[in-house]
């Protein structure tokens, strides 16, 4: 019997009886037996120090992993990947994010089609148009230049750009001031214009059909505000409104010129598409130059995963290491703690692209997984989340894995700063010891504490994590991290045997939305379970009232 994807069971058998022999072994333990464990289970490439020796694993699991990624052809459906083979079964496509970040010179056809060329002319577009607004030689209506950028998508289409320009808000344009709205909540289109000029203001429209029930929604509202501020006249809205779709006619239905729009493709998921036209913010945050540079980065770990061994392979290590806490130690969620406040959204767009990925429970033929796949992801950042959810990643009773992302130099590297900063790598450091080694009870009695309070003081310890370890949040540094996490994704669907490019698990509940619409409205009646109905009578009273 095959065990989450096609194959023999040796390796997953072997997995399980290596988990069984080391059970009784701790943290302390295996580095008290182990002298050169940091340098055994540590990896460097593309500017990210690895160090995993923190994970309930020797070099021996690792082994084994590998061997598991062999059976599973890991390494097989990678170069298919990069092939442009149409590894996504399910809607028929190849999955071709690292076709976005490949430089210029480089060439790959898929159906006839050059497609690295193809990015590239996007990319060029993209520049130039990035160029001209930050300038100011790219005026709105009434001719002034623009002081605001507002970019209009979701999920993927807002996620990753929001994320990128929280994270490098250092390298932002100083005149120029981005804000971003993804939830239907007219709250959050409130909030996004508030304060702003509608002479002064552009909006960017993403959504690769322009068809998205949110993102229209929140793009029709932004147009009548935009209107509404340069008097009327529905010619304005070409000038303060582009569009990254393929959707030409429904663009030019809106009113924004066919000539500003920036296309991209169906082989580009959107949450894998922020180095995509999808980031066209991004690039006016930072400059063309620095969105370059951005891609360097990802295409640097692309490179590194394509051609790395597997024992040595940073991004394949990590998600081999998913694998295994995941089915082999039981945990079902995984943390991720950055130690660095500009990457406030990064555990939120990483939620989407490991458990949109990975959340799935048939494998490519359809038949059921036999395994448990995507773990829960989430996370804060430090040291915020230590006076948050630490108490339960310390003391809890169920241990959960980590990542601390750690970055040598602060985003400023000015004298005020660098003490804080030391002070912020110190927590770092110290959270990853805690988790790993904890304090007995013995410890806890020679440090003072009363009898009655040492059960309360006593930390387990044994809670895995790993530390990412980089020089400094840069456009480089950004890409070659979320690069990372793109490829463990990868690798642990490969293991799993399921489709980590599709998603239609988030298409029912859309539907069933856009069915009771007319339900809330009062125009259809009846057919419906008797929870919701309940809800709708309840939505529609209050509805009545308020008018």
Request: hydrophobic content about 40%; glycine content about 10%.
């Amino acid at each position: 019997m095959s065990v989450g994807g096609s194959g023999t069971p040796d390796a997953w058998s072997a997995l399980s009886a290596h988990r069984d022999a080391i059970a009784d072994i701790d943290l302390r333990g295996m580095f008290d037996a182990d002298p050169d464990r940091v340098s055994a289970l540590t990896a460097d490439a593309a500017g990210i120090h690895f160090d995993y020796s923190r994970h309930r694993i020797t070099t021996e699991t690792i082994e084994l992993l590998a061997a598991l990624a062999r059976e599973r052809r890991v390494e097989t459906l990678r170069d298919a990947m990069f092939r442009g083979e149409r590894i996504n079964r399910t809607e028929d496509r190849p999955v071709l994010h690292v076709a976005l970040r490949m430089p210029p010179e480089r060439s790959l056809v898929v159906d006839g089609t050059d497609v690295v060329r193809e990015v590239h002319r996007v990319l060029d577009r993209m520049s130039t148009f990035a160029d001209e607004v930050r300038s100011g030689a790219r005026t709105g209506h009434t001719g002034l230049p623009f002081e605001a950028v507002v970019n209009i998508g979701i999920g993927g289409s807002a996620l990753g750009p929001e994320m990128a320009s929280q994270a490098l808000r250092h390298f932002s344009h100083d005149r120029i001031e981005f804000r971003f709205v993804s939830n239907v909540d007219g709250s959050d289109l409130e909030e996004a214009v508030a304060g702003l000029d509608p002479e002064r203001t552009l909006f960017i429209v993403c959504s690769k059909t322009f068809t998205t029930l949110e993102t229209m929604t929140n793009a029709r509202a932004a147009r009548a505000w935009s209107l509404a501020g340069l008097g009327g006249d529905p010619d304005a809205v070409a000038s303060h409104f582009v569009a990254v779709s393929t959707n030409l006619e429904a663009v030019a239905d809106f009113g924004i010129d066919p000539n500003e729009t920036f296309g991209f493709w169906d082989w580009v998921g959107g949450r894998y598409s922020m180095d995509s036209a999808i980031g066209l913010s991004t690039m006016l945050a930072i400059g063309p130059e620095n969105f370059r540079a951005m891609l360097a980065g990802f295409h640097a770990v692309d490179e590194h995963f394509l051609s790395e061994t597997i024992t040595e392979n940073i991004p394949m290590l990590h998600g081999l290491i998913a694998v295994w806490n995941r089915n082999f130690l039981g945990m079902g969620s995984s943390a991720v703690i950055p130690y660095a406040e500009d990457l406030s959204r990064f555990p939120a767009y990483l939620q989407q692209l490991t458990m949109e990925s990975n959340g799935k429970r048939v494998e490519q033929d359809g038949t059921p997984v036999e395994c448990e796949t995507g773990a829960v992801w989430w996370g804060e950042p430090g040291t915020d989340a230590q006076h948050s959810f630490f108490q339960l990643l310390h003391q809890g009773t169920d241990p959960i894995p980590l990542d601390l992302i750690v970055f040598e130099r602060p985003g400023r590297e000015i004298d005020e700063v660098q003490g804080q900063h030391r002070l912020l790598v110190a927590n770092a450091l110290a959270q990853g010891r805690a988790l790993a080694f904890g304090r007995t009870a013995e410890e806890t009695r020679k440090a003072g504490v009363e009898e009655d309070l040492v059960a309360h003081r006593t930390f387990p310890g044994n809670r895995p994590s790993a530390t990412l370890m980089l020089d400094r949040l840069t456009p480089t540094s950004l890409g070659s991290l979320v690069a990372l996490y793109e490829h463990s994704v990868f690798t642990q669907g490969a293991i799993w045997g399921i489709d980590s490019f599709d998603q239609w698990g988030v298409e029912l509940g859309k539907e069933m939305a856009g069915e009771l619409v007319p339900y809330l409205s009062g125009e259809a009646e009846g057919g419906l379970d008797a929870s919701t109905e309940a809800l709708i009578r309840r939505y529609r009273k209050a509805e009545a009232a308020g008018d």
